[in-house]
């Protein structure tokens, strides 16, 4: 298996246009989780998913974030408009019920000028 | 909400001394989870540990879980190079699989 695999790498964007970052989980696991790394805020569950639905979206910041998934090998994370102070490294990572941890994708570097 | 705070924050050691990292969360947790960032990398997965006062050992890395299930430690036994990156615990709590990250400890080694 190829591992969580998200899209693009890197982005950078002028402030006010949307931004759409992508994932794809590891095939078998049922849970997809959303993350956004900072230095001030470190590791921040944005939101997750279990088998397709969104469980807890608590940790979205605003309206101007949303995420889908409408299979089980494909979620995005959408970012309309975006703003300076969305710039930071999005993490998609995938588990499976058992002692295994999530697997965590490269991430995408997101920057907004 | 919950919060799961590490200390220290950075530590520099000269290679071979040894490390440890200590995490404390607000809540009483399922399980809590390690994992390590290397720099410019991801979370990798170290260990789960589920049980009151259980130890695991990886070569060189022991952990701890609390008997309490609210604090955790991760010890490294003569560190190497290749121990360098930021290692967070993540707590879990009952009831949900959602993982409250720690503030991670930045390790650094000095040749």
């Known amino acids: 298996d190829a591992g969580v695999i998200q899209s693009p790498r890197h982005e950078v964007t002028e402030m006010g246009q949307e931004v759409t970052l992508r994932c794809k989980p590891i ?8 993350y956004r790394q900072t230095m001030m805020r470190g590791l921040e569950l944005l939101i997750y998913f279990n088998n397709n639905v ?16 409408p299979n089980a090998s494909f979620s995005t994370l959408k970012i309309q408009p975006s703003e300076p102070r969305d710039s930071a ?3 998609c990572a995938s588990s499976s019920l ?6 965590f994708g490269s991430g995408t570097r997101l920057t907004v000028v | 909400g919950q919060q799961v705070m590490q200390i220290p924050q950075y530590q520099h050691v000269q290679e071979g001394e040894d490390f440890t990292t200590y995490c404390n969360s607000s809540t009483t947790l399922s399980n809590i ?27 060189r890395l022991t952990f701890q879980f609390g008997e309490a299930k609210k604090n955790s430690s991760l010890h490294i ?3 190497q190079t290749t121990d360098v990156g930021t290692y967070f615990c993540a707590g879990c709590n009952f009831g949900n699989e959602k993982l409250t990250f720690g503030t991670g400890t930045r390790l650094t080694i000095i040749p």
């Open chain 1, 54 to 69: 969104p469980i807890d979206d608590s940790g979205m910041p605003e309206d101007r974030f949303s995420a889908k998934m």
């Open chain 2, 77 to 79: 036994t003569a560190t």
């Open chain 1, 89 to 91: 490294v999005y993490f």
């Open chain 1, 27 to 34: 095939s078998g696991h049922n849970s997809l989780f959303w």
């Open chain 2, 33 to 59: 989870q390690w994992y390590k960032q290397r720099p410019g990398g991801h979370p990798v997965f170290l260990i789960q540990l589920v049980k009151s006062g259980e130890v695991k050992k990886q070569k």
């Open chain 1, 98 to 103: 058992g002692p295994y941890g999530y697997t």
